[in-house]
């Protein structure tokens, strides 16, 4: 069992839940209060122990890459302005020579051919994924929670949420050993999008994954499936025949923000938390609603 080295984000989709936004920015890049999307997600990484982050890229996207590299010319302006506090916060998302690698996924096949796609970067062994429109609120990073449990339990670990029954049709969900007790919950199934009577449990699956590297084959012998593309879920159901899974119920609070309500609200709720903004904020919704 290694220790979790690297996580991939796949930044290929072009947003269309968040149109017309999305028409000429990278839907990671909107911004949070005053942070792009993606830079909340690598901090979450980060935090959780993580060395190496892979994105999986696209045609359009290059912006990215800037967004986490030096801008010298902005940067030298702000220094002879003596704006010290705001070059801190343009310095602070760069990343260290090599600590981040980019490779693109050319056609549009689904999560799990992008996810695929960076099976030379990530090599042989256990890794994390982490979509990036999930933003998850909390002080402790869902990751670093997750990555905690790996180092006791091993194998592939999900990270889940509950939802009100009533809503299960909308989400992927898991279908837990005997009665779920506890955060972490052995899993002998997963369910996409079921029927509510059907459905086998209401814990939803919420953007985090840490799998071993035996999904990259099971990704290359995976059928197009829901949508004609090569579904993520598919290659783990295969997996999970050989290797023990874990579901993860986290601490925090996940925002959709690839949904405008979403992204609405992970606005107003980061925000809440920001000293800076809190009491006036509060002050103006109220006047609002």
């Known amino acids: 069992m290694n220790t979790i080295r690297k996580v991939v984000i796949p930044v290929a989709g072009h947003g269309t839940r968040v149109l017309p936004a999305t028409k000429s920015t990278p839907k990671e890049l909107l911004p949070v209060v005053d942070r792009p999307l993606l830079d909340y997600v690598v901090d979450e990484a980060l935090q959780a122990g993580i060395e190496h982050v892979v994105m999986i890229t696209s045609r359009g996207k290059s912006a990215i890459e800037d967004y986490f590299d030096h801008a010298y010319e902005l940067e030298d302006a702000l220094r002879k302005k003596k704006k010290d506090d705001i070059l801190a916060s343009v310095l602070k998302p760069v990343r260290n020579p090599g600590s981040m690698s980019y490779t693109r996924q050319q056609v549009p096949a689904g999560l799990g051919h992008a996810i695929w796609c960076a099976r030379d970067i990530v090599g042989n062994e256990a890794f994390a994924i982490s979509l990036p429109d999930v933003l998850i609120q909390n002080k402790v990073g869902a990751l670093k929670q997750m990555v905690d449990e790996y180092e006791?339990?091993?194998?592939?670990?999900?990270?889940?949420?509950?939802?009100?029954?009533?809503?299960?049709?909308?989400?992927?969900?898991?279908?837990?050993?005997?009665?779920?007790?506890?955060?972490?919950?052995?899993?002998?199934?997963?369910?996409e999008k079921p029927p509510v009577e059907e459905a086998p449990s209401n814990l939803a699956?919420?953007?985090?994954?840490?799998?071993?590297?035996?999904?990259?084959?099971?990704?290359?012998?995976?059928?197009?499936?829901?949508?004609?593309?090569?579904?993520?879920?598919?290659?783990?159901?295969?997996?999970?025949?050989?290797?023990?899974?874990?579901?993860?119920?986290?601490?925090?609070?996940?925002?959709?923000?690839?949904?405008?309500?979403?992204?609405?609200?992970?606005?107003?709720?980061?925000?809440?938390?920001?000293?800076?903004?809190?009491?006036?904020?509060?002050?103006?919704?109220k006047t609002l609603f």
């Open 205 to 285: 699956i919420t953007g985090r994954y840490i799998l071993q590297p035996e999904i990259f084959d099971l990704l290359a012998e995976t059928e197009r499936g829901a949508g004609n593309e090569i579904q993520l879920t598919d290659a783990m159901a295969a997996l999970m025949k050989k290797q023990p899974f874990h579901a993860y119920r986290f601490d925090g609070v996940s925002h959709d923000c690839g949904d405008k309500l979403g992204w609405l609200k992970a606005n107003l709720a980061m925000a809440k938390e920001r000293e800076e903004f809190a009491g006036d904020l509060a002050d103006y919704v």
């Open 152 to 191: 006791k339990v091993g194998g592939n670990i999900v990270a889940v949420e509950e939802v009100p029954r009533d809503k299960v049709y909308k989400y992927g969900v898991i279908a837990p050993d005997g009665e779920p007790d506890g955060k972490l919950v052995k899993m002998t199934g997963m369910v």
